[in-house]
Nanobody, 121 residues
């Protein structure tokens, strides 16, 4: 069953912004952390950002720090990834994940299907 569902991807120009959203349901709601990974074609998945559900502590990959902001809407079990100052190297499939926190990342147990983010150069 789908327990995390991403939305908000698209194609934008360099310097533009996108806001990704992920709706959690079922088991994903009980996860201790949620976040985002991304994967460019032919490359391994990389950590982007995470948020601890209990206290809201966040972690970011160095490549997106100060440009991306992860947040959680506690009213509707949704997390968001506000992406500003997008660069071509941000292009990839962004996966919403849920799991357990770990320093600088998260141990993803539940994966979404992904949403494509394309930043034109």
């Amino acid at each position: 069953q789908v327990q995390v569902e991403e939305s908000g991807g698209g194609t934008v120009q360099t310097g533009s912004s996108l806001r990704l959203s992920c709706l959690a349901s079922g088991r994903a709601i009980t996860s201790d952390a949620m976040g985002w990974f991304r994967q460019a074609p032919g490359k391994e998945r990389e950590f982007v950002a995470s948020i601890r559900i209990n206290n809201g502590l966040t972690d970011y990959a160095w490549s997106v720090k100060h440009r991306f902001t992860i947040s959680k809407d506690y009213n509707n079990n949704t997390i968001h990834l506000q992406m500003n100052g997008l660069k071509p190297e941000d292009t990839g499939v962004y996966f919403c994940v849920a799991g357990a926190p770990t320093p600088g990342s998260l141990l993803a147990d539940i994966w979404g299907q992904g949403t494509q983010v394309t930043v034109s150069s």
